[in-house]
């Protein structure tokens, strides 16, 4: 979704629609807000918080969404991302990119308190300036 040049993200065509589908969230789901994000390589970081805590948890020992295994409350988590990533691949495949695809499944966790938040804000300002040590960079896939 874009390159990592002296730790900032250079986002590619891509990169830029998902940065705009990402920001129209907001604007699309009244209840929910965006907090510190930031688009990678090949991922995604991003804190949202969402308003109602009702419809926050979906898959709470899991720690990975199974969106496919369960049924998704309306304006859950998994619901807000299968949307995002729904809109992001059509617009993505217009755009003659036919190959793209995003993994299955994605990672979500619960912060719950302030100095969570704090540490979580930190380590997604921070992931473009690590990106050559991450477990994500396709250079470090060991085969």
């Given at each position: 979704m874009g390159d990592i040049v002296d730790g900032t993200i250079r986002l590619s065509?891509?990169?830029?629609?998902?940065?705009h589908e990402w920001q129209k969230t907001e604007g699309i789901r009244p209840h929910v807000s965006l907090?510190?994000?930031?688009?990678?390589?090949?991922?995604?970081?991003a804190i949202i918080a969402i308003k109602d805590t009702e419809k926050t948890v979906?898959?709470?020992?899991?720690?990975?969404?199974?969106?496919?295994?369960?049924?998704?409350?309306s304006d859950s988590i998994?619901?807000?991302?299968?949307?995002?990533?729904?809109?992001?691949?059509?617009?993505?495949?217009?755009?003659?990119?036919?190959?793209?695809a995003w993994q299955p499944r994605f990672y979500d966790h619960i912060i719950r308190n302030e100095e969570s938040l704090s540490e979580m804000r930190e380590y997604i300002a921070g992931n473009p300036m690590k990106w050559e040590l991450d477990r994500?960079?396709?250079?470090?896939f060991r085969g």
């Open positions: 065509a891509i990169g830029e629609i998902v940065a907090d510190e994000w930031v688009i990678m390589p090949n991922h995604l970081h979906e898959t709470p020992r899991w720690g990975v969404s199974k969106a496919d295994q369960v049924t998704l409350k998994g619901s807000i991302m299968g949307q995002f990533k729904s809109n992001c691949t059509k617009r993505i495949r217009a755009a003659g990119f036919r190959d793209f994500n960079n396709p250079m470090n």
